[in-house]
């Protein structure tokens, strides 16, 4: 299974990684918020992004993580996907 994760992002480009793996992967729950970097976090908040990983919630994500997990994987082999468009660029920059 792969392993969800659980973000409060701090600076730099971590709030739009926050984003991305929390809306648009859905492999991660939010713990905080960047827009409220400044507040206090009460236990309670921290304890229920942990619940909610450990739930059923936390199980969807695994598995997506896991299938995300096993795409890479596949587009880095030899073959694959990542390897061709890195022998293109090395092509095109290289004539």
Same mark, same amino acid.
């Given at each position: ?15 739009? /990684? ?17 827009? !409220? !970097? ?9 304890? /229920?992004?942990?619940? !909610? ?10 598995? !997506? ?31």
């Amino acid at each position: 299974m792969g392993v969800p994760m659980a973000t409060w992002p701090m600076h730099s480009d971590q709030p739009v /990684n926050a984003v991305f793996v929390t809306k648009v992967l859905r492999i991660g729950v939010e713990v905080k918020d960047w827009g !409220r !970097r400044d507040e206090v976090v009460p236990s309670s908040t921290v304890e /229920n992004a942990v619940r !909610r990983l450990m739930a059923s919630e936390g199980d969807e994500m695994r598995k !997506r993580a896991q299938e995300l997990g096993a795409a890479v994987r596949n587009s880095v082999m030899e073959g694959g996907s990542s390897g061709k468009e890195m022998d293109a660029f090395i092509t095109h920059i290289t004539r």
